[in-house]
DNA sequence: TGCTTGACGACGA
DNA sequence: CTCGTCGCCAAGC
């Protein structure tokens, strides 16, 4: 059976809480699982999965607010236009009042 | 088996 | 506030 898996899932599971018009960074996550060094490894798990999973990697930003991700969706504006939809604002790929989206599992989420 | 890359983060200039 | 460098962990070649 696959060992390391769970930190993937885990991820997953965060990332369904995160509720409609919040974000949260790939530090946050893996501090919240402990994993405060596998920030990476958070962007990296999604990446390579997150198309198989029913998740909102569009909420799912770096610690600057910035969607560097935004080219790996169907289009380059396909994470920025969806964010805006939910009523976060972005410009030049970055979230705008970021400490008010912002959305920390550690705190939020129990 | 070993080197390189990557949806990042923190610190310094 | 913006840019550059170093460090971490796992996957790919």
């Given at each position: 059976m696959k060992k390391g898996n769970d930190f993937f899932n885990d991820v997953y599971d965060v990332?369904?809480?995160?509720?409609?018009?919040?974000a949260t960074?790939?530090?946050?996550i893996a501090a919240y699982l402990g994993q405060?060094?596998?920030a990476r490894q958070v962007g990296w798990a999604m990446g390579s999965s997150y198309q198989e999973h029913d998740i909102p990697a569009h909420r799912v930003v770096n610690k600057a607010g910035e969607l560097s991700a935004s080219q790996l969706f169907e289009t380059p504006t396909t994470m920025q236009e969806r964010l805006e939809s939910e009523g976060v604002k972005v410009d030049n790929?970055?979230?705008?009042d970021w400490d008010k989206v912002f959305w920390d599992p550690e705190k939020e989420l129990i």
């Open positions: 990332v369904r809480q995160i509720p409609v018009g919040r960074s790939y530090g946050a405060k060094r596998g790929n970055r979230i705008m």
